[in-house]
């Protein structure tokens, strides 16, 4: 348990659905994280929040929309989703961005999508 | 833009013997870090070991270590006296030391660690 805690672990949704995606994490870091994992490709980051703000959109489509209440909580709402979306997302957290990212990304075990 | 470059989709080592995990990199950069990191079946991703590229010395972390070298752009993984829990995907990664968010991952390598 690494202190990142990522719900569902697995969801199943057509492509007219609407789901959220959650993370929390317990280690007071201040910056959160969305990343796809899709077969036999690169981990892609999607979403980057620091103290609550977005500092990055990885030019993710606008079916993925993100949310970030807290430093602690971190969403990713879900709608009209093709096949192709169908990955594993991961939540990461860390103390900082930018300059202090090199202190290690604490990961969830994601949540694993599949889109009918 | 950098790029990072596994070239051993699969591979399998007996327990208790060693093994080596390749990954290169392409950057015009003189300041980063590398990473590995251990994707278990739980898929939970795990920092395995990590390394400044000013830093000479390579990093090692109990039985991990690696073989940095920096003209090469060759960032190797070594796990020594190989165990059944070392079972994994394993993950190479590289970021700018000039404050971007952006962590490159390769592919991965996905290790089996036979009895």
């Known amino acids: 348990e690494t202190g990142v805690t990522q719900t569902p672990r697995h969801l199943v949704m057509g492509m007219t659905n609407k789901k959220s995606l959650k993370c929390e994490q317990h280690?007071?870091?201040?910056?959160m994280y969305w990343y796809k994992q899709s077969a036999k490709k690169p981990l892609e980051l999607m979403f980057v929040?620091?103290?609550?703000?977005?500092?990055e959109n990885n030019s993710v489509p606008s079916r993925f929309s993100p949310e970030c209440p807290n430093s602690s909580h971190l969403f990713l709402h879900l709608h009209t989703l093709q096949p192709e979306d169908s990955a594993l997302y991961l939540c990461?957290?860390?103390?900082?961005?930018?300059?202090?990212?090199?202190?290690?990304?604490?990961f969830g075990s994601g949540t694993q999508l599949s889109v009918l | 833009a950098q790029t990072v470059t596994q070239s051993q989709p699969e591979m399998s080592v007996q327990e208790a013997e060693t093994v080596t995990l390749s990954c290169t990199y392409d950057t015009s950069e003189n300041n980063y870090y590398l990473f590995w990191y251990k994707q278990p079946p739980s898929r939970q991703m795990i920092l395995v070991i990590r390394q400044e590229a000013y830093k000479q010395q390579n990093a090692t972390e109990n039985r991990f270590s690696v073989n940095f070298q920096k003209a090469a752009k060759s960032f190797s993984l070594k796990i020594s006296d190989s165990q059944l829990g070392d079972t994994a995907m394993y993950f190479c990664a590289f970021m700018s030391q000039g404050g971007s968010e952006k962590l490159v991952f390769g592919k991965g390598t996905k290790l089996t660690v036979n009895p």
């Open positions: 990461a957290s860390s103390q900082g961005t930018g300059r202090f990212l090199n202190e290690k990304l604490f």
């Open positions: 280690l007071g870091h201040n910056a």
């Open positions: 929040y620091n103290f609550k703000e977005q500092t």
